[in-house]
């Protein structure tokens, strides 16, 4: 496997290779991100992972500075995955002048759910990934499913630039007890970690409904907030949205109920299709 920091190393190494398969990341990485990467393997004829903690998607107050950096772990997990190449560009080789061009996606489609809570988080994620998509050259790119609108997002990015790209996603990853695997699990304590299922079982708990019948989404959403308030979460929001745009269900839709919430300090999210 080999670990590239330019991007002319980077453009000089997938010269021989016709069909990069692109697994974007963070670093600090877990089973999910290498579930991706074992799921490019047979996607493309070289597999890349790209890591860089990207200050464009972060507001002020959230954890840029504290995100975890894990170069060296991450490249070990990687190369034993399957990885080929891994880029971990430096901001200055990503950003070597401020981002001033950047990606707005539409507002219908960024501006709810985590858009709402965190402005401009989906602004600073299509920029980097267009960019990343452009150095890396990729003609298929993984994103997991615990993202799920960050997902949607980039697919409608990609469709409507008509760029040369399979968006593929990743099923979410979870531990044994449901907890969906996400870099910031690693800020909970033991026990926080046991009570963050509560986030997953309220999930649950909506799918069995909807599965069951119920139609009040209204009252089904409330009664999640309030399962998780009374636990002592601050919720964000839970929401029942159609798979297909993340609208308000009409009837007949295919659903996805979806669900983002603090836990003392760390914003988890997580998010379960009917
Ligand atoms: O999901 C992530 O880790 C990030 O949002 C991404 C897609 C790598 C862009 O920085």
């Not at 975890?68 to 080929?84: F, I, K, M, N, S």
């Not at 980039?154 to 695997?181: C, H, W, Y």
């Not at 999640?224 to 002592?232: D, K, T, V």
């Given at each position: 496997m080999q670990l590239i920091h330019t991007i002319a190393e980077l453009r000089a190494a997938l010269?021989?290779?016709?069909h990069p398969a692109v697994v974007p990341t963070m670093g600090n990485l877990h089973a999910g991100h290498l579930a991706l990467v074992r799921q490019a393997k047979p996607l493309g004829d070289v597999t890349v992972s790209t890591i860089f903690v990207n200050r464009l998607q972060f507001a002020p107050h959230e954890d840029f500075d504290t995100y975890p950096r894990t170069l060296e772990a991450d490249c070990a997990q990687l190369e034993a995955a399957g990885c080929d190449i891994v880029f971990a560009p430096s901001e200055q080789e990503l950003y070597?002048?401020?981002?001033?061009f950047k990606v707005h996606p539409p507002t219908e489609l960024a501006d709810i759910l985590e858009g709402h809570f965190r402005p401009g988080f989906f602004i600073g994620v299509c920029t980097v990934v267009m960019k990343l998509l452009a150095v890396t050259q990729a003609r298929t790119a993984l994103f997991g499913k615990k993202d799920y609108q960050q997902l949607m997002v980039i697919r409608n990015m990609v469709k409507q630039f008509a760029l040369p790209i399979d968006v593929v996603g990743g099923e979410t990853q979870r531990s044994e007890a449901g907890l969906a695997l996400s870099s910031r699990n690693g800020y909970l304590s033991p026990a926080q970690r046991e009570e963050a299922l509560l986030l997953s079982a309220t999930l649950r708990k909506i799918v069995t409904a909807l599965r069951a019948g119920a139609s009040d989404v209204a009252q089904l959403e409330a009664e999640g907030m309030h399962a998780l308030r009374s636990a002592g979460w601050v919720p964000d929001y839970v929401a029942v949205r159609r798979?297909?745009?993340?609208?308000?269900?009409?009837?007949?839709d295919d659903l996805v109920v979806l669900a983002a919430a603090r836990l003392g300090s760390t914003r988890l999210i997580d998010n379960m299709e009917v």
């Amino acid at each position: 496997m080999q670990l590239i920091h330019t991007i002319a190393e980077l453009r000089a190494a997938l010269s021989q290779y016709r069909h990069p398969a692109v697994v974007p990341t963070m670093g600090n990485l877990h089973a999910g991100h290498l579930a991706l990467v074992r799921q490019a393997k047979p996607l493309g004829d070289v597999t890349v992972s790209t890591i860089f903690v990207n200050r464009l998607q972060f507001a002020p107050h959230e954890d840029f500075d504290t995100y975890p950096r894990t170069l060296e772990a991450d490249c070990a997990q990687l190369e034993a995955a399957g990885c080929d190449i891994v880029f971990a560009p430096s901001e200055q080789e990503l950003y070597p002048q401020p981002q001033t061009f950047k990606v707005h996606p539409p507002t219908e489609l960024a501006d709810i759910l985590e858009g709402h809570f965190r402005p401009g988080f989906f602004i600073g994620v299509c920029t980097v990934v267009m960019k990343l998509l452009a150095v890396t050259q990729a003609r298929t790119a993984l994103f997991g499913k615990k993202d799920y609108q960050q997902l949607m997002v980039i697919r409608n990015m990609v469709k409507q630039f008509a760029l040369p790209i399979d968006v593929v996603g990743g099923e979410t990853q979870r531990s044994e007890a449901g907890l969906a695997l996400s870099s910031r699990n690693g800020y909970l304590s033991p026990a926080q970690r046991e009570e963050a299922l509560l986030l997953s079982a309220t999930l649950r708990k909506i799918v069995t409904a909807l599965r069951a019948g119920a139609s009040d989404v209204a009252q089904l959403e409330a009664e999640g907030m309030h399962a998780l308030r009374s636990a002592g979460w601050v919720p964000d929001y839970v929401a029942v949205r159609r798979q297909a745009d993340l609208q308000a269900p009409r009837g007949g839709d295919d659903l996805v109920v979806l669900a983002a919430a603090r836990l003392g300090s760390t914003r988890l999210i997580d998010n379960m299709e009917v």
